[in-house]
């Protein structure tokens, strides 16, 4: 196979495809809001303050940047997550804005954890969930 061939294009496009998948030390960053012990404690996330309330974590894996904003409430409570990532369409992959809302929070095992959460692309026609 020669460099700079389609099939080389879309073994690119899919690596990056995996990045917000793929893991980081066995955690992916879109779903920390069920493992909130490990937020702090991942050496290979970058944290961001982006704005109150707002921060960023980022994570390069395969050469690629993974990042993720979270956003919680005044109760510190993640409410909110938001990305863009890739999404195939076709034969292509597209940078997509994608995200997840996260409520009703209870109590297990004395860890407080999201009891509902939606998570969704948004394209053209609207909202994809």
């Known amino acids: 196979m020669r460099s700079g061939s389609p099939r080389d294009s879309q073994r690119a496009q899919f690596q990056q495809a995996l990045t917000l998948v793929v893991c980081v030390n066995d955690l992916d960053l879109a779903e920390l809001p069920w493992v909130p012990h490990a937020l702090g ?69 004395r860890i407080r954890l999201p009891g509902v959460a939606e998570v969704y692309w948004e ?3 609207g909202r994809f969930v």
């Open 41 to 109: 404690r991942n050496a290979e996330i970058h944290w961001v303050e982006v704005e109150d309330g707002k921060v960023e974590a980022s994570a390069k894996v395969l050469g690629w940047r993974a990042a993720v904003v979270f956003e919680f409430d005044a109760g510190r409570d993640l409410v909110q997550v938001s990305a863009l990532r890739p999404r195939q369409v076709g034969k292509t992959w597209v940078e997509t804005p994608w995200g997840g809302t996260f409520s009703e929070y209870e109590v297990l095992d």
């Open 123 to 125: 394209i053209d026609a």
